[in-house]
T-cell receptor
C-alpha cells in the first residue's frame, strides 16, 4: 500500500501560469481533501470531495479548482498562479462517507513556488 | 466557528526530559473529534491519535500520552523521556460533526526541538 501519493513533489511557476497537482490513494477511501500549509497558519482546507462525483469548497477555495476523477484520484488546478499561492499543498483521504468523524491520512506534500 | 489554539509556538528540551504540548479548542457542538498529527522535518503528516468528545479517558501509547479535559476544552499531549527523533512540528486538530462540514480545523502547530 502506497497510501496517498502526490505529484509533483516540487514545482516552480511564473505568475499567470497554470498547473495541476495530482493526488491518488489506494486505500479505497471515499473522501479526499486538499489543504495548503503556510508558515504559522497550520493547514487550511481548500476543497474536499466527500464521495466520488461530489466536491465542495473549504476555507480558502479562491483561485483553485478541483476534479474528482474517480474514487482514487483528486486533482487540484491553479488556472492562473499568483505569488500568494506559494505554499505546501497536502492531499488527504479518509474512509467514511461521513468524513467529519473520520481520520484523514495525508500525502507527502507538494512544495509550490510562484515567482 | 471552531477554533484550535496551540499557544506554544516553539519548545526546546534536552533529551530524556518530559514535555507537554498544549491544545485548547472552541466548538459549539456537543459531538466532535480531536486529533494530533506529527510533521517531522521530512514534511509528511503522521496521524497520532483521534479522540471523540464522549471519551474523556486519558490514553497512553508508549512514551506518548494524551489528557483530554472537556471542562477546560483542552487536549494536551505529553511525551515522556523525549528523544531526538521526537523533534517535529505537532498539530492539534478539531473535527466537528454537526456544523462545519467535512473539514479539520488545525492549530498553528508547536515546533518541538529535542537536543541531545
Amino acid at each position: 500500500n502506497a497510501g496517498v501519493t502526490q505529484t509533483p513533489k516540487f514545482q516552480v511557476l511564473k505568475t499567470g501560469q497554470s498547473m495541476t497537482l495530482q493526488c491518488a490513494q489506494d486505500m479505497n477511501h471515499n473522501s479526499m481533501y486538499w489543504y495548503r500549509q503556510d508558515p504559522g497558519m497550520g493547514l487550511r482546507l481548500i476543497y474536499y470531495s466527500a464521495s466520488e462525483g461530489t466536491t465542495d469548497k473549504g476555507e480558502v477555495p479562491n483561485g483553485y479548482n478541483v476534479s474528482r476523477l474517480n474514487k482514487r484520484e483528486f486533482s487540484l488546478r491553479l488556472e492562473s498562479a499568483a505569488p500568494s499561492q506559494t505554499s505546501v499543498y497536502f492531499c488527504a483521504s479518509s474512509e467514511a462517507i461521513s468524513p467529519r468523524t473520520d481520520t484523514q491520512y495525508f500525502g507527502p506534500g507538494t512544495r509550490l513556488t510562484v515567482l | 466557528a471552531q477554533k484550535v489554539t496551540q499557544a506554544q509556538t516553539e519548545i526546546s528540551v534536552v533529551e530524556k526530559e518530559d514535555v507537554t504540548l498544549d491544545c485548547v479548542y472552541e466548538t459549539r457542538d456537543t459531538t466532535y473529534y480531536l486529533f494530533w498529527y506529527k510533521q517531522p522535518p521530512s514534511g509528511e503528516l503522521v496521524f497520532l491519535i483521534r479522540r471523540n468528545s464522549f471519551d474523556e479517558q486519558n490514553e497512553i501509547s508508549g512514551r506518548y500520552s494524551w489528557n483530554f479535559q472537556k471542562s477546560t476544552s483542552s487536549f494536551n499531549f505529553t511525551i515522556t523521556a523525549s528523544q531526538v527523533v521526537d523533534s517535529a512540528v505537532y498539530f492539534c486538530a478539531l473535527s466537528e460533526t454537526e456544523t462545519s462540514g467535512s473539514r479539520l480545523t488545525f492549530g498553528e502547530g508547536t515546533q518541538l526541538t529535542v537536543n541531545p
